[in-house]
T-cell receptor, first 114, second 114 residues
Framework: DTAVSQTPKYLVTQMGNDKSIKCEQN?????MYWYKQDSKKFLKIMFS???????INETVPNRFSPKSPDKAHLNLHINSLELGDSAVYFC?????????????FGPGTRLTVT | AQSVSQHNHHVILSEAASLELGCNYS??????LFWYVQYPGQHLQLLLK??????LVKGIKGFEAEFIKSKFSFNLRKPSVQWSDTAEYFC????????????FGSGTRLSIRP
């Protein structure tokens, strides 16, 4: 059973296109996250939702729009893709108020913009 | 602002050597501390975490870490590394005042020579 899953695993697209990445968790967690990992492996948080409510919104271009239809799903839509958006995007989840807020990560989506 | 520093960017060791990876954070309040590992092409997995209590924390695969509050450090250790430990290692910190937000260090790439 996959705890945190993401689709697609790989995404190759051209500049200017709009694309979406989907994330689902079956851990019963109430908090979900999107991270961007660049080519140097630096991991930066982008967004976090708690029970469908946006709680973390880091300095991210407004071309990126997260959506959480329910607490088990967090999708990321990217408009007008740019070369600099190429990265691996990780989804994660945790349970607020439960101990140390340990985060569980999905397998990642490698986005390549050409 | 909170930050996490991993001073070793790339560490190269031979099998059976001992390992210590440094991690320092900048936050004076109560924190949770984590070490995550990312094997080549895979997602992040939790190695160990410090929540409270004994500052010496044991994790999976023979790893341990020691929380030294006075030094704001949480160094990762393993007495004898194996080739399969080749991976990227990330230290991360969550402060009690930031709810679910976890800050990651820039990562340390560990290469083990067989």
């Amino acid at each position: 059973d996959t705890a945190v899953s993401q689709t697609p695993k790989y995404l190759v697209t051209q500049m200017g296109n709009d694309k979406s990445i989907k994330c689902e968790q079956n851990l019963g967690h109430d908090t979900m996250y999107w991270y961007k990992q660049d080519s140097k492996k630096f991991l930066k948080i982008m967004f976090s939702y708690n029970n469908k409510e946006l709680i973390i919104n880091e300095t991210v271009p407004n071309r990126f729009s997260p959506k959480s239809p329910d607490k088990a799903h967090l999708n990321l839509h990217i408009n007008s893709l740019e070369l600099g958006d190429s990265a691996v995007y990780f989804c994660a989840s945790s349970q607020a108020g439960q101990g140390s807020y340990e985060q569980y990560f999905g397998p990642g989506t490698r986005l390549t913009v050409t | 602002a909170q930050s996490v520093s991993q001073h070793n960017h790339h560490v190269i060791l031979s099998e059976a050597a001992s390992l210590e990876l440094g991690c320092n954070y900048s936050y004076g309040g109560t924190v949770n501390l984590f070490w995550y590992v990312q094997y080549p092409g895979q997602h992040l997995q939790l190695l160990l975490k410090y929540f409270s209590g004994d500052p010496l924390v044991k994790g999976i695969k023979g790893f341990e870490a020691e929380f030294i509050k006075s030094k704001f450090s949480f160094n990762l250790r393993k007495p004898s590394v194996q080739w399969s430990d080749t991976a990227e290692y990330f230290c991360a910190v969550r402060s009690y005042s930031s709810a679910s937000k976890i800050i990651f260090g820039s990562g340390t790439r560990l290469s083990i020579r067989p």
